[in-house]
């Protein structure tokens, strides 16, 4: 993968009529379906369907006790998935949905705590893809109640590198693919990485509003809204996708290092007799401070040194380096700033697993 090599994908393709229609009745029949939202894929089944839900965690090899996240339509009523809706959740609704931002409440008791791993909290969703919006309003259509909802983490195995493709998606479950699941088409995701989430489900204890994952909705807009600070994560907080220390993951071993490790790392392996064949991989978003020879068993990738830019092609660079057969991703450490959190916090978690 050289550094002009970036994933090509077919930003324009959407899901037909009848692929929804069909996606649809699978849903309907407890089954799986992977869909397209603006953040990431994801592998969707009825949110009040424990059989349903607990089919998404054997598909992914999720632990029973970490939750996913229930996708809604812009018209759902909160109220039949949540216990209260507090005037806090309805401001950052007002400002963000349709949108990548999660919202963690208490669950109605109706609803059942498969989908929070077994928490008395539920997180809630309402993207913004139109693939998606149409994919839930199908399904509302089909309930008594008119309130469909979709659990729908992302569509990769535990623990590895989220898909932005359904491309990404047929090559992470081919034999569920080969059975039938239906993977829904929209194009390349346009955020790339997953949602922000926020809790509070423990208002009423007097803990106010919690950042637990960044992501494209900053703390600094959250506070905006709010009009107050968002707190960082406490010990009593609940269980939420994406927070295990070790976590979108390749394949391929990640080092995540400052300019200064990476330019060490860089020279000390333009120094050293790799095995034949083998090749590291440099990944900069600072292509000036980085030199890389032609004839050297290193290959230098370029990202965008903007954080909207690097979120939208981070996963689909990993999956596509994953392929590449490198010895090893020398990876430099992104910006800092409150806009890049989201990438800061995922890259930490893929590398860790490897420190």
Same mark, same amino acid.
């Given at each position: 993968m050289s550094e002009r090599d970036q994933p090509v994908v077919n930003a324009n393709a959407?899901?037909?009529?009848?692929?929804?229609?069909?996606?649809?009745?699978?849903?309907?029949?407890?089954?799986?379906?992977?869909?397209? $939202?603006?953040?990431?894929?994801?592998?969707?089944? @009825?949110?009040?369907?424990?059989?349903?839900?607990?089919?998404?965690?054997?598909? %992914?090899?999720?632990?029973?006790?970490?939750?996913?996240?229930?996708?809604? $339509?812009?018209?759902? @009523? +909160? +109220?039949?998935?949540?216990?209260?809706?507090?005037?806090?959740?309805?401001? +950052?609704? @007002?400002?963000?949905?349709?949108?990548?931002?999660?919202?963690? +409440?208490?669950?109605?008791?109706?609803?059942?705590?498969?989908?929070? *791993?077994?928490? @008395?909290?539920?997180?809630?969703?309402?993207?913004?893809?139109?693939?998606?919006?149409?994919?839930?309003? *199908?399904?509302?259509? $089909?309930?008594?109640?008119?309130?469909? *909802?979709?659990?729908?983490?992302?569509?990769? %195995?535990f623990g590895q590198v989220s898909p932005t493709t359904a491309e990404h998606v047929r090559s992470e479950f081919a034999e569920l693919f080969a059975q039938g699941m239906p993977i829904l088409e929209g194009g390349a995701t346009d955020v790339g990485i997953e949602s922000t989430i926020v809790d509070l489900s423990r208002l009423d204890q007097g803990v106010g509003p919690v950042l637990l994952r960044p992501g494209h909705i900053t703390a600094a807009q959250l506070a905006q809204v709010l009009n107050q600070e968002v707190a960082a994560p406490d010990a009593q907080a609940p269980r939420v996708s994406g927070a295990l220390k070790s976590h979108y993951a390749p394949q391929t071993p990640l080092r995540l290092l400052s300019l200064t490790e990476l330019q060490h790392a860089v020279a000390a392996a333009q120094t050293t007799k790799l095995a034949p064949g083998e090749r590291l991989a440099v990944v900069t978003h600072m292509p000036e401070g980085i030199a890389v020879g032609p004839d050297e068993p290193l290959e230098r990738i370029s990202l965008p040194n903007d954080p909207a830019a690097y979120s939208r092609v981070l996963y689909a660079t990993l999956r596509a380096l994953d392929q590449q057969g490198y010895r090893q991703l020398l990876w430099q450490q992104p910006p800092t700033g409150p806009e890049w959190d989201g990438v800061q916090d995922r890259l930490s978690r893929a590398a860790a697993g490897f420190s």
């Amino acid at each position: 993968m050289s550094e002009r090599d970036q994933p090509v994908v077919n930003a324009n393709a959407r899901a037909s009529a009848a692929e929804l229609v069909h996606a649809i009745e699978v849903l309907a029949q407890q089954g799986l379906v992977a869909f397209p $939202t603006e953040t990431v894929y994801g592998l969707g089944a @009825d949110a009040e369907s424990a059989l349903a839900v607990e089919r998404i965690y054997q598909a %992914k090899g999720r632990p029973s006790n970490h939750p996913v996240i229930v996708h809604v $339509t812009p018209e759902a @009523d +909160l +109220l039949y998935w949540a216990a209260s809706v507090p005037p806090e959740a309805q401001q +950052l609704i @007002d400002a963000f949905w349709p949108g990548p931002l999660t919202l963690i +409440l208490k669950r109605a008791s109706h609803i059942s705590s498969v989908v929070s *791993g077994g928490q @008395d909290s539920i997180g809630l969703r309402c993207p913004s893809h139109p693939v998606a919006q149409a994919l839930l309003r *199908g399904f509302a259509a $089909t309930r008594a109640s008119g309130q469909g *909802g979709v659990a729908g983490p992302s569509a990769n %195995k535990f623990g590895q590198v989220s898909p932005t493709t359904a491309e990404h998606v047929r090559s992470e479950f081919a034999e569920l693919f080969a059975q039938g699941m239906p993977i829904l088409e929209g194009g390349a995701t346009d955020v790339g990485i997953e949602s922000t989430i926020v809790d509070l489900s423990r208002l009423d204890q007097g803990v106010g509003p919690v950042l637990l994952r960044p992501g494209h909705i900053t703390a600094a807009q959250l506070a905006q809204v709010l009009n107050q600070e968002v707190a960082a994560p406490d010990a009593q907080a609940p269980r939420v996708s994406g927070a295990l220390k070790s976590h979108y993951a390749p394949q391929t071993p990640l080092r995540l290092l400052s300019l200064t490790e990476l330019q060490h790392a860089v020279a000390a392996a333009q120094t050293t007799k790799l095995a034949p064949g083998e090749r590291l991989a440099v990944v900069t978003h600072m292509p000036e401070g980085i030199a890389v020879g032609p004839d050297e068993p290193l290959e230098r990738i370029s990202l965008p040194n903007d954080p909207a830019a690097y979120s939208r092609v981070l996963y689909a660079t990993l999956r596509a380096l994953d392929q590449q057969g490198y010895r090893q991703l020398l990876w430099q450490q992104p910006p800092t700033g409150p806009e890049w959190d989201g990438v800061q916090d995922r890259l930490s978690r893929a590398a860790a697993g490897f420190s």
